[in-house]
């Protein structure tokens, strides 16, 4: 099977000054893949989606975007769009006359340009003929993403998209990543939004003080994980205590801060002990009402990872 | 195993053009309110002024040509580019040129045009084009309305030049229009200045004032006693050079000059706005461009250029001095005195005579002859002396002169009454004060060839 890469990028550092950004920063994205970018604020995320955009040159390294050798030379191939530090817009215009202009601006027609498309994808439709001045910050990132939808992408670079979203908001974006995602379209995102993340992503990079500490599917990131804690809600919750305390490789948290009620408690496991404590609750005739990681998966390996546990 | 292969040959995208950069940069000019009102503003305020004023009893006869508002409407525009070279203008190449660059920065979509655009070199190129298209918009908008307001409010009469000398309506209108033109090379150059304080300073508030602050310098500057060849070598000159349109023959060396050197400013402004752009690191979101770096990048060429420019006019016209000499001043009063007169003459039905008639003179002292002979200063003293033919005895008038620096100088009439008290006379316009009762004129401070 072939495999189309949207993104190679290889041994890539770039410094600013003595600070270093990024420091042989490898990155695989094929085309149709949601890649996820995690990291701690100043891992070099938005240093690395702004070469990816074009914005900067790499000090070194190989960098391949959509089949072209990215050079020394400030450009990026067509067929790229994207936003990073969040979507520029003009306030004193409105959301089409934005997206009007930059179609104007690519030599589109803003009436053939698909403007009422875009906007109906991100749901701005009713807010069509309104200022950007008085957006939310949610649907700022919207409009950003419309105005990236307008040229139809086939690397889009997106620099934490689901910031200030509301659910509805959310949905959009999702639904427009997905059905991108579909079409063949290659999405870098930057997120600190785990939830997001594992909704959308199939494989993330995580990115620690401008070094890659891990990348691959999402699967391998919790194969590769320690033990996670869940809450585990029963309708015994005192037998379902002594159970856990029996089971091989189950230890109960001093969850006095997590805990909300007597009814829940947590536990501490890899996957195949807590599997084991589900099954001997069940066959003990206790139901199992609610089981879920304090933490997500990706969460967890995050600040794992990016030595940040001890500050759980 | 998984065979690896990469997309299909893609294209580096073409930067964007800049007429297309240029068009979206004036989508985002004009839909600002600010925008919007000056524009406004300009092309309506001046015609409210104008027709307003000129039909004040009291005329602002403390700017050049105010005191003419009264008899023709040429007089509205020409009080009008007083008052813009002094404030207008830099105000709103401040507005416009001075935030151009700094509003990206404010707005946080720098990254976003640099990616539409995908060349730095072409969004600076727009956004100066764009600009300067903006300002000459406004600009226009000053010449056209105070020049329509005043020849509605007050008709299409001739024009008495500053040398006393009548234009007539066409010759006015066409020194009218060539005079606003010359406004334009220090505008461009303050608007350069302005480009240039918005991509040094980011979102300082300076980079915004920058402009309107040189602006002011020069206007300082230009009440200083300074050399002539310092006078000239600076870029606010021109917005004063002009009245050397009005005189005849016309001053021109003066005002060339000053074109001169407010395009070489513009130039250098707008180059060096040009190189600090194209430089600037865009990835660092915290970074807007400024810092001393840049700030001493763009001033010491600039402090440079005055420098060569006050030499090679120091060496081009050897004019050292404050260029207001004894004879000079007695020159220029006795040819508007004697173009006055016939005006004077005609207004009063007296039969015509002409300057080679009169053999008009004046004696000029400064400080009663107890300090030197030359200079700016409002202590002059002249006598004029005149002859009418058929009349034995020589006419004398005498007046106060108050000279600017700029060469610039009012002629009070203090005696004897008749010839140059205040009285009214009828005109085709109304009653007006005695033309030569007081009136301007200007010292050419260049040596005349």
Redesign the interface.
Known sequence: ??????V?AGGISKC?GEVVALDGVDLDVT?GQIHGLVGPNGAGK??LL?LL????VADSGRL?????QVGR?????????????????????TAR?NLA??A????GDARTAGIDDVLDQVGLTDVADDRARGFSLGMRQRL?LA?ALLTRP?LLILDEPSNGLDPAGKRHVHGVLTRLAADGTAVVLSSHRMDDLEALCSEVTILATGRVVFSGPLSKLAAESRELDYRLRTSDPGAARRLAADTAGVRIVDDSVVRQDADVFVVRALTPALDELVAQVVRSGIAVRELAPVVSPLEAAFLALTDQEAGR | M????????????P??SVA??Y??EL??LV???RVRLLVLACWVAPALFVAGVSQQDTLPSDTLFGRWMHATGWAGPLVMLGFAGTWALPLLTSLVAGDVFAAEDR??????????????ARIFVAKTLASVTVILALVAGLAVSSTVGGLLAVGNQPLVGLDGHLLSPGDAAGRVLLAWLCALAPTLALAAIGLLGSVALGRSSMGLLLPVLVALAMQVAQMLPLPVAVRLALPGYAFISWNGLFTSPAQLTPLLIAVAVSLAWAVLATALAHLLFVRR?????AYDGSGRRAFTFGVLPLAALTAVTVGAVAVATPSTGSGIEQAKVQKSLAIVFAHLYRLQTEQLHRPAVTEAQLRTSAACTKSDGQAAQEGAGNDWRCVVSWHLPGVAVTGSAIYQLDITSDGRFVADGDGPKEVNGYFLVRTSTGDAPNPLWQFDGNVELLETQ
């Open positions: 099977m072939e495999t189309l890469h949207a190679r600013f085309q938005t240093t702004g955009l074009g914005l900067a391949e975007i959509l089949g072209q030379a400030f450009a990026a191939p067509d067929g790229v769009a994207g936003f990073v530090d969040g979507p520029g817009l003009y306030p004193s215009l006359q202009a930059l104007a601006l690519r030599g950003g105005a086939r | 998984t065979a690896v292969a990469v997309a299909e040959r893609t294209v580096t995208a930067p964007v297309r950069g068009r979206f989508v985002k839909s600002q309110w707005l946080g979509t720098w990254r976003h045009l640099l990616v539409a655009v995908r060349s730095p690191d865009f990835t660092n979101p």
